[in-house]
Every structure is written in C-alpha cells, then in structure tokens.
C-alpha cells in the first residue's frame, strides 16, 4: 500500500513536468490502474487480522498463506462450480469402472456353459 501510493506521488510529479501529451495519457492511465487497485484492496481488508486482505469465498488453504491474493467473487464461484463438476464427472467415471470390474468377475466366475446361456437368452 505505501508503495503504490509513493509510486503515485512520483508519477503525478512527472506528469506535472512533462509536456509530451502521449506520455502524460499514459501516466493518467496508471494513476487510474492504481487507484482502482487501492479501491479493490479496501474493499478486501479482512478485520480479524489486521493488515490481511482476504475475499470472502477464499478457499481455506489460501486464508493461511498472505502470499496468495484473493480473487474477485465471479471468479471464485466459477472455480468452484468447475471442482463440482469435475466431481460428478470423476463419480460417474469411478462407477463405470466398478460396474465394468464387477461384471469381468462375475464372466470369470461363471462356467463356460453358463456364460453361453447367458449370451443366447
């Protein structure tokens, strides 16, 4: 936060200066990314630990580790309906396997003249 802040200063310094029009567009461009950024890193501060800025849906592993930075809500939810997804197709998956492996056992198990009754009915 006070990086940013003292890098604002020295680029609004810098605009002041310069004449070139191409350039001082491109320094109000980045005081504005700056700012949206300062705005968004309020908007997280996370009260139970001071200085820590958390989303609300952050996953628990992310919570431990400050390094991570937390991710916008629309993001956050897509990840997770993506895992849900993932899941249901790693079930129907885990299932077909099982029901293939039963019926190799149950053809192993039965006789010759069995499994030919069962292939003619």
Same mark, same amino acid.
């Given at each position: 936060?006070?990086?940013?802040?003292?890098?604002?200063? $020295?680029i /609004? $310094?810098?605009?002041? $200066?310069?004449? #070139?029009?191409? +350039?001082?567009?491109e320094?109000r461009?980045?005081?504005?990314?700056?700012?949206?950024?300062?705005?968004?890193?309020e908007?997280?501060?996370?009260?139970?630990? &001071?200085? /820590?800025?958390?989303? /609300?849906?952050? &996953?628990? +592993?992310?919570?431990?580790?400050?390094?991570?930075? &937390?991710? &916008? #809500?629309?993001? #956050?939810?897509?990840?997770?309906?993506?895992?849900?997804?993932?899941?249901?197709?790693?079930?129907?998956?885990?299932?077909?396997?099982?029901?293939?492996?039963?019926?190799?056992k149950?053809?192993?198990?039965?006789?010759?003249?069995?499994?030919?009754?069962? #292939?003619?009915?």
């Open positions: 936060m006070i990086q940013i802040q003292r890098k604002d200063i $020295k /609004r $310094k810098v605009m002041r $200066k310069t004449k #070139n029009k191409y +350039r001082r567009d320094l461009k980045m005081v504005l990314v700056q700012n949206t950024m300062k705005k968004w890193q908007q997280h501060i996370d009260n139970s630990q &001071p200085g /820590r800025r958390i989303q /609300r849906n952050e &996953p628990v +592993r992310n919570r431990c580790n400050p390094t991570i930075a &937390p991710m &916008p #809500n629309q993001r #956050n939810q897509l990840l997770h309906q993506i895992s849900a997804i993932q899941l249901v197709y790693l079930y129907q998956i885990n299932a077909m396997w099982l029901l293939m492996n039963l019926t190799m149950v053809k192993s198990s039965l006789s010759s003249n069995q499994f030919q009754f069962l #292939n003619n009915s």
